[in-house]
T-cell receptor, first 108, second 115 residues
Framework: AQRVTQPEKLLSVFKGAPVELKCNYS??????LFWYVQYSRQRLQLLLR??SRESIKGFTADLNKGETSFHLKKPFAQEEDSAMYYC??????????FGEGTQLTVNP | GAGVSQTPSNKVTEKGKYVELRCDPI?????LYWYRQSLGQGPEFLIY????????DSGLPNDRFFAVRPEGSVSTLKIQRTERGDSAVYLC?????????????FGPGTRLLVL
């Protein structure tokens, strides 16, 4: 069965510091992976997807099939990056399996 | 344009009652999804529709849960004989199609509390 693990429920960094949110997955098929973000009092929204290999708001994520990981990284965190981040795996029929989420706090 | 909307935003009910939660997807989106998010957890898949038909309902926890999308647009999630464990935020999402290139756009959710 598919599974997404985000080992850190809480992550706190200072503004300007690098940040890495970890995501590991378990899936027997070819994975499609996403990062979703939920800012305070806003709805869940897509941040980036691995298939696009894009950088959004300075964030990047590389799919490592050998380590079954899709960690989210940003070299210089900003206060406005404070939010809840969810890693998600798309399986059959486009259903998404989410991790439990990591609450990122960027301190001034 | 308008995003995905959900009504009501909050619903308080008593154990054993029946509730209906409504989702209005983005106009033209053929795929519609329901997820449930319990406190401290990520969203959990319930069911998804492609057009009017339920393409995958394997996430529905039991037969008290049922969802319809009769005209391929608005969807209603129905919960019979509610239990306290049903308390959660119910999220709806829609997408223009299916597959890794399609983005699921989420609604604000309905917060259900069963007393």
């Amino acid at each position: 069965a598919q599974r997404v693990t985000q080992p850190e429920k809480l992550l706190s960094v200072f503004k300007g510091a690098p940040v890495e949110l970890k995501c590991n997955y378990s899936y027997s098929g070819s994975p499609e992976l996403f990062w979703y973000v939920q800012y305070s009092r806003q709805r869940l929204q897509l941040l980036l997807r691995h298939i696009s290999r894009e950088s959004i708001k300075g964030f990047t994520a590389d799919l490592n099939k050998g380590e079954t990981s899709f960690h989210l990284k940003k070299p210089f965190a900003q206060e406005e990056d404070s939010a809840m981040y969810y890693c998600a795996l798309e399986t059959s029929g486009s259903r998404l399996t989410f991790g439990e989420g990591t609450q990122l706090t960027v301190n001034p | 344009g308008a995003g995905v909307s959900q009504t009501p935003s909050n619903k308080v009910t008593e154990k054993g009652k029946y509730v209906e939660l409504r989702c209005d997807p983005i106009s033209g989106h053929t795929a519609l999804y329901w997820y449930r998010q319990s406190l401290g957890q990520g969203p959990e898949f319930l069911i998804y529709f492609q057009g009017t038909g339920a393409a995958d309902d394997s996430g529905l926890p039991n037969d008290r849960f049922f969802a319809v999308r009769p005209e391929g647009s608005v969807s209603t999630l129905k919960i019979q004989r509610t239990e306290r464990g049903d308390s959660a935020v119910y999220l709806c999402a829609s997408s223009a199609g299916t597959g890794g290139q399609e983005t699921q756009y989420f609604g604000p959710g309905t917060r259900l509390l069963v007393l």
